[in-house]
């Protein structure tokens, strides 16, 4: 249990501002685990498979959001 919230923040703004970030090695990282979920088979054949019912799906309710606020409105 952490007893003192503020203490913690002020100790990881502090780590993060201490060690900058290194793009070559953060992507090193991305690409590695990338490369172990491949070998996993934790993605598909086709990473865009149903992408397109996904578009539809947030247009309807992009749209659903605006009519009905203007309703309540």
Known sequence: MIKNPQKLR??????AR???ANFYKNLAIVEELHREARNLGVFGVNPLEGLEVDIKLTRIINHVRRTSYKIIK
């Open 18 to 20: 201490k060690n900058k």
């Open 10 to 15: 002020k100790f990881e703004y502090q780590l």
